[in-house]
């Protein structure tokens, strides 16, 4: 089955500055790939998604990147603020029908520091 | 346009207790999911229905691990004789066109 790792399990920035994570997937059948947030005691809160048709995305201070060659995806936030300090996870997800079976990674820890 | 519910927020339980969760998804949201959250892991999903119909249960832990949606609506994860093992956030997610997933709050369940 599908295996999504993500690289950094903990991540310091500064504010102002741009934080970046980084996931690899194994299954090539994998066409959708979410991020989501979570902050400290709540649940996860879907950010943004590309799918394998495109290879960027951005929504307002957020960037996804797709290199299906590679099978690694990135979640690029500018500007950081400190409210962007969350738990964040990348998952994979080989869009079947209308059922989405998605695989998490582990989880980065964004810390932004003022 | 209310989130998704779960219930209860927190249990704890002697090994052996059984307990059930229950999910209320977003009006409208026809594809259910049950994910497990262990501490400092990600979700991992256990199974998942649409409408009342179970899509694929082969996630689940064990036979002590059972899911039901029986009118398409609400859900119930059952767990039987839990262990220590079981310790995790139990978190349940609906969609309506099956791509993007929202989440409810979770129960976060100690077994000791």
């Known amino acids: 089955g599908e295996k999504v790792e993500q690289h950094e399990s903990t991540l310091s920035v500064r504010e102002g500055d741009s934080a970046v994570i980084n996931c690899t997937y194994t299954d090539t059948a994998s066409s959708y790939f979410p991020w989501y947030k979570q902050e400290a005691g709540k649940s996860l809160h879907f950010v943004i998604d590309i799918r394998s048709n495109v290879d960027r995305k951005q929504s307002q201070r957020l960037i996804v990147l797709l290199d299906k060659k590679a099978k690694r995806f990135s979640l690029h936030i500018t500007a950081t603020q400190p409210e962007d300090s969350a738990i964040y996870f990348c998952a994979a997800s080989p869009l079947s029908g209308s059922f989405n079976k998605l695989t998490f990674g582990a989880g980065t820890r964004l810390a932004v520091c003022p | 346009e209310a989130g998704v519910t779960q219930s209860p927020r927190y249990a704890v339980l002697q090994e052996g207790q059984a307990v059930s969760f229950w999910c209320d998804p977003i009006?409208?949201?026809?594809?259910l999911y049950w994910y497990q959250q262990p501490r400092d892991q990600g979700p991992q999903l256990l199974v998942y229905f649409r409408d009342e119909a179970v899509i694929d249960n082969s996630q689940l832990p064990s036979d002590r691990f059972s899911a039901v949606r029986p009118k398409g609506t609400n859900s119930t994860l059952k767990i039987q004789s839990a262990k220590q093992g079981d310790t995790a956030t139990y978190l349940c997610?609906?969609?309506?066109?099956?791509?993007?997933?929202?989440f409810g709050p979770g129960t976060r369940l100690t077994v000791l």
């Open positions: 997610a609906s969609s309506r066109t099956g791509v993007e997933q929202y």
């Open positions: 009006s409208g949201h026809d594809t």
